[in-house]
């Protein structure tokens, strides 16, 4: 999987990976992987951080997405 985000960056795809150790353009910070079971819960916490980053430069509200109603209507 290294390999192949090299090889995409190399051709200025934008993209953007999860891993351990020192943050650089393009890459978010994670933790170490140590537990298989729980791994994937810890990639994913850097990519809402990013969202919520990216929305905030775009002028967004990560918490009041549009199109979006967050009410539950019981009949």
Do not use: W
Request: aromatic letters at 4%.
């Amino acid at each position: 999987m290294q390999r192949l985000a090299a090889d995409l960056r190399d051709k200025n795809a934008a993209l953007f990976t999860a891993e351990p150790g020192a943050t650089a353009k393009g890459i978010l910070p994670a933790l170490a992987p140590d537990d298989p079971e729980t791994d994937a819960i810890c990639l994913i916490q850097s990519f809402y951080g990013m969202a919520v980053q990216l929305a905030a430069a775009l002028g967004m509200n990560a918490s009041r997405p549009r199109h979006l109603n967050k009410i539950t209507r019981t009949r």
